[in-house]
């Protein structure tokens, strides 16, 4: 069974600071990962993929990948209250191709 | 450049009866794939169309059935609903089945009864 896991939280971010969200993948065939956002009651919003090892800037969002870990990460420097949200991350493997694996999400709260 | 469309938007149905939504992918693709999302989960891939033929499925069973016609768009069918399949259904387009950036639309929100 493949898996992709996540703190569910609800992590509590005050404004301005950087909120940090992990995911771990175990299948290692696995290619391009994604992260989305998603609003309460809304569908999911790409933020970020990333393919290489290594980090990927957008703004104020970071990817971070290590695949020897199996770790893919997302930063949000100067979180702002519009951040609050759930941050689904998602995977996609050579096997696989277009069927992505979601973890559960991580609910980011930011407090003013 | 319309994005992903899904419709109804939300619908209630008994349990035992059967429902259609449908999804007109985002302009310029061709793969559309459908997910459902139960509450607090993340979203499992249902099944996936490309070239109006199935070419993967998740772990669902054949209650579950799709289409794809001419033009890209898709049904999903669900039938003999349970009360478990009270859910968000989404649908997400890509073009071709290896394409990377998947677009998901807003969504058919299902309660069953």
């Known amino acids: 069974q493949k898996e992709v896991e996540q703190n569910s939280g609800p992590l509590s971010v005050p404004e301005g600071a950087i909120a940090s969200l992990n995911c771990t993948y175990s299948?290692?065939?696995?290619?391009?990962f994604f992260w989305y956002r998603q609003y309460s009651g809304k569908s999911p919003e790409l933020i970020m993929f990333?393919?290489?090892?290594g980090d990927k800037e957008d703004g104020r969002f970071t990817a971070q990948l290590n695949k020897a870990s199996q770790y893919v990460s997302l930063l949000i420097r100067d979180s702002q209250p519009s951040d609050s949200a759930t941050y689904l991350c998602?995977?996609?493997?050579?096997?696989?191709?277009?069927?992505?694996?979601f973890g559960a999400g991580t609910q980011v709260v930011v407090t003013p | 450049d319309a994005g992903v469309t899904q419709s109804p938007t939300h619908l209630i149905k008994t349990r035992g009866q059967q429902v259609t939504l449908r999804c007109s992918p985002k302009?310029?693709?061709?793969?559309v794939s459908w997910y459902q999302q139960a509450l607090g989960q993340g979203p499992q891939f249902i099944f996936q169309?490309?070239?109006?033929?199935?070419?993967q499925r998740g772990n669902f069973p054949d209650r579950f059935s799709g289409h794809q016609f001419p033009n890209y768009s898709s049904e999903l069918n669900v039938n003999a609903l349970l009360l478990g399949d009270s859910a968000l259904y989404l649908c997400?387009?890509?073009?071709?089945?290896?394409?990377?950036?998947?677009?998901f639309g807003e969504g058919s929100w299902l309660t069953v009864v």
């Open positions: 998602a995977v996609l493997s050579t096997d696989s191709w277009g069927k992505l694996q």
């Open positions: 990333i393919y290489s090892n």
């Open positions: 299948d290692r065939g696995s290619q391009s």
């Open positions: 997400a387009s890509s073009l071709g089945v290896s394409g990377n950036t998947i677009y």
């Open positions: 169309y490309y070239e109006e033929e199935e070419r």
């Open positions: 302009s310029g693709h061709d793969t």
